[in-house]
């Protein structure tokens, strides 16, 4: 787009003619499919060798690319140059990129280690008046200087994972700017105050990666008028007027993601009703987050709440939106749309930090094609019931995920005969210590994690149950022993006693892989109580664990061996030789792990990984004990060592 390459087609915009051409290029195979990146939510794509070196080759006389141990070549040809910055730093000096005196695109580009930290001249724009491209990017950048503004036919800047803080004003006198990247620009305070100007712009990023909220404090005036914007993933909401909520009226071609930030300064539902979510058909992901931490005074923060439930009531979206996530909601009440059945192409909800919440959630489960439910931080909510689940006849229909963490108050959700739901196959509860049960039929449940929920009820008959994490009391494991002996998989985590039961040891004969992990307690693991068929066997922090069972050796099927951070273990038993299955073994932080049985590895052993474990490595290279095998990869300390 910034080269002038692609031309809006009748009712086509430019960026979907530029998708065309993706397709066209992925068609014909001069583009593969690579990846999706989930943090960016596009896919990528690599180009064949053997195109990329052709490309080069045909432009070699506009194109040039500066990097590590590359001859330095440039040319008044050359037409787009991209330079790696510590090069840039150590070997090209700004003369000589000035003899490139038709500079269409220059790509100065960093990397998270960069140690100088960039500058750029302040003559670049006199220099290389005819720039349509200048990307700046993953470097320790801070500021541009303010001829920046005189690069009248700039399309492009690109200044994504930067330390830059402010922007000059003159950035809003390029008035043919389309695209400006800000995104994981953490430092970034303040917009220039007349970007309203930039009528061409198209896309703005203020995207950031994780939770951060950055250090942006408001949108710059009059925002609203930039009609043409495509991308505002991320809009921080200010008290003035200009700068507002209601900014958003008319920005209806907006794309994909959008964030709306500080709902807490919405101050009526005005303003709320004129943001207009209901038209913005085109976003598919929609977070609406407040802040009320910054009020300390609990009279004021629940004046601030009550003057401000009905906002959120204002804010419904379009039917197409697929993704919606709720933050710091600070209103007792959450709006009956989130549940509306009219939502039909909702498949993600996300509700957090919700405090105030008490008992009445939305109907959700009427939502048609809900997937993906997480509630986190609701420490309000001390019941849920059929309300919640709604009066379909079938609730939930194809929810797939369902998580319930940090929920102090929640005690229980209670369902009648009807609450089945059909389609959950993962179901995580963390830190709920006050849950007791969950009275539904869920028959295609996959996997369970218990983490921090002692009181929750004993495992039921869950017929399609494979996997299990268990990070509880010691109780609710052994109690629901009948049902977890019949899982394929099974994690126990955080057990509080000393040893295993050993009455139970030969009642699970269905377990294929078993991990044990993070007991800080347990001692002994009593010989003959790991499953006989068991092909994987995981066991990680446990530091006070002093033996790994004899029985291990009888194991004819297992085929890889996991030990982690077992402080206090110092041997491993007799007969590792003759475990004719193992293929996978690995050790690491085991510091008092002083040698493996003198019989020598296991026949069929292909990789073998030793990883802090000071003794056992300098006594194993000193017996030279696997540098006889041909067929056996070994990692010391994550190096490869030649056999």
């Not at 003619?17 to 960016?40: A, T």
Request: proline share 5%.
């Amino acid at each position: 787009m910034a080269q002038g390459f692609i031309r809006p087609r009748g009712t086509e915009q430019m960026e979907d003619v530029g998708s065309d051409y993706i397709d066209s290029l992925r068609r014909s195979s001069f583009l593969q499919y690579s990846h999706f990146d989930h943090k960016s939510r596009r896919q990528r794509y690599v180009m064949q060798n053997v195109f990329h070196e052709f490309a080069r080759y045909a432009a070699a006389e506009e194109c040039s690319v500066i990097e590590p141990g590359m001859e330095l070549h440039l040319s008044a040809s050359v037409r787009h140059l991209s330079v790696n910055y510590e090069e840039f730093v150590r070997r090209v000096t700004p003369d000589e990129v000035y003899k490139c005196k038709g500079l269409q695109s220059l790509l100065l580009i960093g990397n998270s280690t960069s140690r100088p930290i960039m500058a750029l001249p302040g003559d670049l724009a006199q220099k290389l008046s005819s720039l349509r491209t200048l990307m700046l990017t993953n470097s320790r950048l801070t500021q541009l200087p303010e001829s920046i503004g005189d690069l009248r036919h700039l399309r492009c800047l690109q200044l994504q994972n930067t330390s830059i803080k402010r922007l000059p004003d003159s950035v809003s006198r390029l008035y043919n700017l389309q695209t400006l990247g800000l995104r994981n620009c953490y430092d970034l305070e303040e917009l220039p105050k007349d970007m309203s100007k930039l009528r061409n712009l198209r896309h703005l990023d203020l995207h950031l990666d994780g939770n951060s909220q950055g250090t942006l404090r408001c949108m710059p005036p009059e925002i609203g008028l930039l009609t043409h914007l495509r991308t505002l993933n991320r809009f921080v909401v200010s008290k003035r007027h200009e700068c507002g909520l209601s900014q958003l009226e008319n920005l209806n071609d907006l794309r994909s993601d959008l964030l709306i930030e500080r709902l807490d300064l919405v101050s009526s539902r005005e303003d709320a009703t004129n943001a207009n979510l209901s038209s913005k058909e085109h976003i598919h992901r929609l977070e609406l987050t407040w802040n009320y931490s910054c009020v300390t005074d609990a009279s004021a923060r629940s004046a601030g709440y009550n003057s401000r439930e009905n906002i959120l009531e204002y804010l419904k979206p379009h039917p197409r939106l697929k993704e919606i996530g709720v933050v710091g909601y600070g209103g007792t009440l959450l709006p009956k749309w989130m549940g509306d059945s009219s939502l039909f192409n909702l498949e993600t909800v996300r509700i957090s930090k919700t405090y105030s919440c008490l008992n009445l959630l939305p109907p959700l489960g009427q939502l048609p094609n809900l997937k993906y439910l997480f509630l986190e931080e609701m420490h309000g909510l001390k019941h849920l019931d059929c309300s919640f689940c709604g009066r379909n006849e079938i609730r939930f229909p194809k929810l797939e995920k369902l998580h319930l963490e940090n929920m102090s108050g929640l005690q229980e959700w209670l369902g009648d005969h009807r609450c089945a739901l059909p389609s959950l196959s993962e179901l995580t509860i963390k830190n709920c210590p006050a849950l007791q049960q969950l009275t539904h039929e869920l028959p295609s449940l996959t996997k369970l994690v218990i983490e921090a929920s002692p009181y929750f009820a004993g495992l039921p008959d869950f017929p399609k149950l494979q996997s299990l994490e268990v990070k509880t009391n010691d109780d609710w494991i052994w109690r629901s022993w009948a049902a977890i002996s019949l899982l394929p998989s099974p994690t126990l985590s955080g057990l509080t006693r000393a040893d295993l039961p050993f009455h139970i040891g030969s009642r699970h004969a269905s377990i294929r892989r078993l991990e044990i992990s993070y007991c800080s307690q347990l001692k002994f693991i009593p010989d003959g109580w790991l499953p006989e068929c068991l092909s994987h066997f995981v066991i990680r922090h446990c530091p006070i664990l002093q033996n790994v069972p004899v029985g291990l050796t009888r194991l004819t099927m297992l085929e890889d061996l996991e030990i982690e951070n077992c402080e206090q273990l110092e041997h491993l038993p007799v007969g590792l030789r003759n475990m004719n299955s193992l293929a996978h073994l690995e050790i690491s932080d085991c510091p008092a792990l002083s040698w493996l049985p003198s019989d020598g590895l296991p026949r069929k052993l292909q990789f073998l990984s030793i990883s802090n474990c000071p003794e056992l490595i300098q006594k194993l290279q000193r017996q030279d004990l696997f540098t006889r095998r041909q067929d056996l990869q070994v990692w010391i300390n994550g190096e490869h060592v030649v056999t």
